[in-house]
């Protein structure tokens, strides 16, 4: 097995301890250059391969990509709506990927996506939906646009405002 990037042993350790102690971990006192900074970042859990947990955000909320990670972790792992709260006993067969954001960008057509390469934010008033890119099973920017409006509760009727991101993939 090849060592895990910082981001992602972070986000391992971050749900570790919180399963463990009941509170989020402290920072690092040394940070690798890659965890300073702000971005929004996206903590995904897998089991089997199968989706276990995702949760994110899409611009930083906090003062380091560092703590950005070790809530996002937690929450992805405690509070993702869609599953059942991981447990401590199912770690180990947990695979992590952090996607660390660049800042959005609007574009004017959705001929200017391409899901391999762009994640996708749709906005309709304060309803918005975000999809990361290069997730299986999304091929066309048609699907992940429809997959985005369909996660923020926006008809297909509805007029919608587009932006595109790229990001920094660790696993």
Known sequence: MCAQSAPVALARESLTYYLKQGQLMDKPAELPAILGGQAGVFVSFKKAGQLRGCIGTFAPTTATIADEIIQNAVSAGTEDPRFWPIELDELAELEVSVDVLEAPEPINSITELNPKTYGVIVRSG??????????????????????????AGIRPDEEIDLYRFTVIRYK
Do not use: C, F, H
């Open 126 to 151: 304060r309803r918005s939906g975000l999809l990361l890119p290069d997730l299986e099973g999304v091929d066309t920017a048609n699907e992940q646009v429809a997959i985005a409006m369909e996660k």
